[in-house]
C-alpha cells in the first residue's frame, strides 16, 4: 500500500451570486464577485427571499495536480468547517471548469454546470465527486471522491472543484424564508496549516506486461506502449 500524498490548493476562494431570475435560471448563472482567493475564509451560503430573490456564496478551489498521470487508487478532499449559521446547508464536491487555469473570475461560479473550460452552463452537464453532506460546527470532513474524480485528476493539469449547496444542485428551492443558511471554511493562506483544505491520495501504478517466450499475437484493437 503507498503512503498517501496531500496537496494543498493553489488558488481557494469564494464568489458570491445575486440573482431576481427564476429558480432554475438561477442555479446556473454566474456570480457577481469574486470575495476572496487570499487570506480571508471561504464562505458556502444559500438565501432565498420568497423564490424572488437570491443571494449565494459558493466555494472553489484548484489544485496543481501536474504531477498526478495515472488515476489514483483513492481520493479524498479534506476540508475544516465552521461557523455554521442557522445549522448550515448541505452541499456537495462538484467537477468544476473554470475559464482559465490559475484565476478565479466571478463566472466561474456557474464552472460546476460545464463538461469544459469554454463549455456553456447547462444542469446536465453537473456531475457530484462525492455524495451529499451535513455541514457540522468545528469538524473535518475527510470526503471520498468518486472514480470520475480519481481519472480527471490524472487527465487534467489543474484540478478544480466547487463546493455548491445541495439547494442548487439539487433543484429544491426551500427554505425560501430570506434568512441566511451558510457554513465558512479556511483557506490556504490563512497562515493555519492545521486547518487548510487540501485533497489526498494513494498513487496508482502504470500496468506492466512481460513477456518471457513463445509468440505473442494481437489480433484486434489498439496497443499504447509508453
Excluded: C
Excluded at 115 to 143: C, E, P, R
Aim: aromatic share 12%; charged share 20%; hydrophobic share 35%.
Amino acid at each position: 500500500m503507498s503512503t498517501p500524498i496531500k496537496i494543498y490548493p493553489n488558488v481557494d476562494g469564494y464568489i458570491r451570486k445575486l440573482s431576481t431570475a427564476s429558480f432554475n435560471a438561477m442555479r446556473i448563472a454566474g456570480g457577481v464577485s469574486v470575495i476572496s482567493t487570499t487570506s480571508w475564509g471561504m464562505a458556502n451560503k444559500y438565501l432565498n427571499a420568497s423564490d424572488l430573490a437570491y443571494q449565494n456564496e459558493a466555494m472553489f478551489l484548484e489544485f496543481d495536480t501536474r504531477s498526478i498521470t495515472v488515476p489514483p487508487l483513492s481520493l479524498t478532499f479534506n476540508i475544516y468547517i465552521y461557523d455554521l449559521d442557522r445549522g448550515g446547508n448541505d452541499f456537495y464536491v462538484m467537477r468544476s471548469y473554470w475559464a482559465s487555469d490559475n484565476s478565479l473570475v466571478p463566472g466561474d461560479y456557474a464552472s460546476w454546470v460545464k463538461s469544459s473550460a469554454g463549455g456553456s452552463a447547462n444542469l446536465a452537464n453537473m456531475h457530484k465527486y462525492s455524495s451529499k453532506q451535513t455541514a457540522v460546527d468545528d469538524t473535518w470532513f475527510n470526503i471520498t471522491l468518486d472514480s470520475v474524480a480519481r481519472v480527471d485528476i490524472a487527465n487534467r493539469d489543474y484540478f478544480q472543484i466547487a463546493i455548491i449547496s445541495d439547494n442548487e444542485v439539487d433543484g429544491v428551492s426551500a427554505p425560501n424564508d430570506g434568512f441566511s443558511y451558510n457554513f465558512s471554511a479556511y483557506t490556504d493562506e490563512q497562515g493555519d496549516p492545521g486547518s487548510s483544505p487540501y485533497i489526498e491520495y494513494e498513487p496508482g501504478t502504470n500496468a506492466k506486461m512481460e513477456i518471457l517466450g513463445g509468440n505473442t499475437k494481437i489480433l484486434s484493437g489498439k496497443v499504447l506502449i509508453k
